[in-house]
């Protein structure tokens, strides 16, 4: 059992403490109310997981109750359960259709009361869990969002109030197109992962140069290496080596894991890209020579967001997420393994 919140709602105190008892003694929370008007009040102040609601009670009762609830967007998916000694198949069906998720009839088996709340309170948590974590992953995004859309405003406002020489001018329009990729970049991962989530998102393999690939992907990196000072090359078999897979897929699954490892490289480091047959497919590899990844954290990293920290000061954003499901996609799997302090080597395989 759980110890959620629950507001038992009852104008008998027999019933009310014989029902609070109950909840109490099964390891929930209880705070109680004698009427409607009451109930509203406690449901304010309090926030409870679930309301025992009578149907009939003076001035204001258990159906009334129940449509005030439904009209606010604060309480419209509270769980309510309706409790009555009326056993009529339309009073029954009233209080579903006027949302109610269950309806027990007094005197109620103390063990079906317990099991229900039990169940419907521990809906609620989880999706107030999901709606906490959807929000703090929101919020990510848009921290992440912010720098390179920063730098795109900011570059904006030097090119159009200071008077520049062409090389410059140049070179700070690279800079606006550099930033404006890494944004459609973020936003592509979070389109994708979603995509590939739900299974509405689909790869479309065809025949490609594995190399060529690899090349490609260390081209569109090298400018951030080129700014961290980290030496960023491959090492790639004389052979040229078939495979069939989605080439733009493919290409920035390999730009993430390379960004991935360039960002956490310090300066004088380096980071290879590379390729090796094997039995059955080909493995692309990432191999750095950055912090390394603490043991604890290696099963998560390629979670939505995953935290190194209780802190949050560095999250994996979608970039990691995005590249095991489109390697999932492909038929393959990925890899990772990391020392702290001696870098990192990321790897996935896609089948020939």
């Not at 739900?198 to 090349?215: C, M």
């Amino acid at each position: 059992m759980n110890n959620a919140l629950i507001l038992v709602v009852e104008d008998s105190a027999l019933i009310r403490k014989k029902t609070t008892g109950l909840l109490t003694g099964a390891g929930f929370q209880v705070v109680e109310a004698a009427d409607g008007e009451e109930a509203l009040l406690k449901v304010r102040e309090t926030r409870p997981k679930l309301v025992l609601l009578d149907l009939i009670m003076p001035r204001l009762g258990g159906m009334e109750v129940m449509r005030v609830l439904r009209d606010s967007p604060q309480t419209r998916t509270l769980p309510v359960v309706l409790v009555s000694a009326l056993e009529d198949k339309p009073t029954r069906l009233e209080g579903l259709e006027r949302g109610a998720d269950a309806y027990l009839t007094k005197p109620y088996d103390n063990d079906e009361l317990l099991a229900l709340v039990h169940n419907l309170t521990s809906k609620r948590l989880e999706l107030e869990n999901l709606d906490s974590l959807r929000e703090e992953r929101l919020h990510m995004e848009v921290h992440d969002l912010k720098n390179p859309l920063g730098n795109i405003i900011t570059t904006c406002e030097l090119l159009l109030n200071f008077p520049l020489e062409e090389k410059e001018r140049r070179e700070l329009i690279e800079g606006i197109a550099r930033s404006a990729k890494a944004t459609l970049g973020m936003v592509m991962n979070h389109l994708q992962v979603g995509g590939l989530e739900s299974g509405q998102f689909h790869v479309t393999p065809s025949p490609l140069n594995p190399a060529e690939a690899v090349l490609s992907a260390l081209n569109q990196v090298s400018w951030l290496a080129g700014e961290k000072k980290v030496a960023l090359t491959a090492n790639l078999p004389p052979d040229a080596l078939p495979l069939t897979a989605d080439r733009e897929i493919l290409i920035r699954v390999l730009v993430n894991l390379a960004e991935n490892a360039v960002k956490n490289t310090p300066a004088g480091g380096s980071v290879v890209l590379g390729l090796v047959k094997e039995t059955g497919g080909l493995r692309f590899l990432v191999k750095d020579t950055g912090r390394g990844i603490p043991p604890e954290f290696l099963p998560r990293v390629f979670e939505k967001f995953a935290r190194q920290s209780s802190s949050g000061s560095h999250s994996t954003g979608l970039g990691l997420t995005f590249c095991k499901l489109a390697v999932e996609a492909h038929g393959g799997s990925v890899a990772v393994e990391s020392e702290p302090g001696k870098g990192s080597l990321f790897s996935f395989v896609i089948p020939s």
